[in-house]
């Protein structure tokens, strides 16, 4: 079955440090986002590409780093210049042709020890 | 303002009754408009697409009023399962902009 993974599903970063989550699909999407869910709150872009090796800031860019080398892969770096990295993360992708919405990935829950 | 609005919530209501979600949005090129379901501590899942016409999946409906900026999810007979946040996802002409809502939670209680 079509999916998107993410992983790892939780992730505890020290201070200082870098940290790379992974998200894969095999939907054959040409768009795939990074967003991130504070608790009670709504989710807020981090990062967005369209095309392999093309990716924009959304809302929330500072203290993150993403890649996208391949069409399934689109990687997010949280790095140490991210003061408050505790969340959950939310990887998504879609057909921007068609229009049917996001699937989303099933989250990466990091917290910061 | 916000571009997405949606009722703050939480709602509280007992098993079969009818529940209205409501969210409006603010940018007239808005083009696409979903419903998201969330269940706690877990992604946002397709609930239902939303067009002009009004569409229908079992106990949910879902309207869209383009006049009005304004787009509406309608559960029947609610069941303790449909606990959990409902997301309102408007998308924009070209489809790269897409704006969700904070949600509104709900309790579903026997």
């Given at each position: 079955d079509g999916g998107i993974t993410q992983s790892p599903k939780y992730l505890?970063?020290?201070?200082?440090?870098?940290?790379?989550?992974?998200?894969?699909?095999?939907?054959?999407?040409?768009?795939?986002y990074w967003y991130r869910?504070?608790?009670?709150?709504?989710?807020r872009l981090i990062y967005y590409s369209q095309i392999v090796?093309?990716?924009?800031?959304?809302?929330?860019?500072?203290?993150?780093?993403?890649?996208?080398?391949?069409?399934?892969s689109f990687p997010l770096?949280?790095?140490?210049?991210?003061?408050?990295?505790?969340?959950?993360?939310?990887?998504?992708?879609?057909?921007?042709?068609?229009?049917?919405?996001?699937?989303?990935?099933?989250?990466?829950?990091?917290?910061?020890v | 303002r916000k571009e997405v609005e949606q009722d703050p919530g939480p709602f509280n209501v007992p098993e079969g009754a009818t529940v209205a979600f409501n969210c409006t949005y603010s940018n007239?090129?808005?083009?696409?408009?979903?419903?998201?379901?969330?269940?706690?501590?877990?992604?946002?899942?397709?609930?239902?697409?939303?067009?002009?016409?009004?569409?229908e999946d079992g106990r949910f409906t879902a309207q869209l009023n383009r006049a009005s900026q304004y787009i509406s999810l309608l559960i029947r007979d609610s069941k303790l399962s449909d606990s959990a946040t409902y997301l309102c996802v408007v998308i924009y002409t070209g489809g790269f902009k897409t704006i969700f809502g904070a949600g509104t939670r709900l309790f579903v209680k026997a």
């Open positions: 505890f970063r020290k201070e200082g440090q870098n940290v790379t989550l992974s998200c894969e699909q095999n939907l054959n999407h040409d768009a795939m869910q504070d608790p009670g709150q709504g989710l090796n093309d990716f924009q800031k959304g809302d929330i860019a500072e203290g993150y780093s993403v890649s996208r080398e391949k069409k399934e770096t949280v790095t140490s210049a991210q003061k408050n990295p505790t969340a959950f993360y939310l990887c998504a992708s879609s057909n921007v042709k068609f229009n049917y919405g996001y699937t989303f990935g099933s989250g990466t829950r990091l917290t910061v | 007239s090129a808005s083009q696409s408009f979903f419903w998201y379901r969330q269940d706690c501590r877990k992604e946002p899942k397709l609930l239902m697409s939303v067009y002009s016409s009004g569409n």
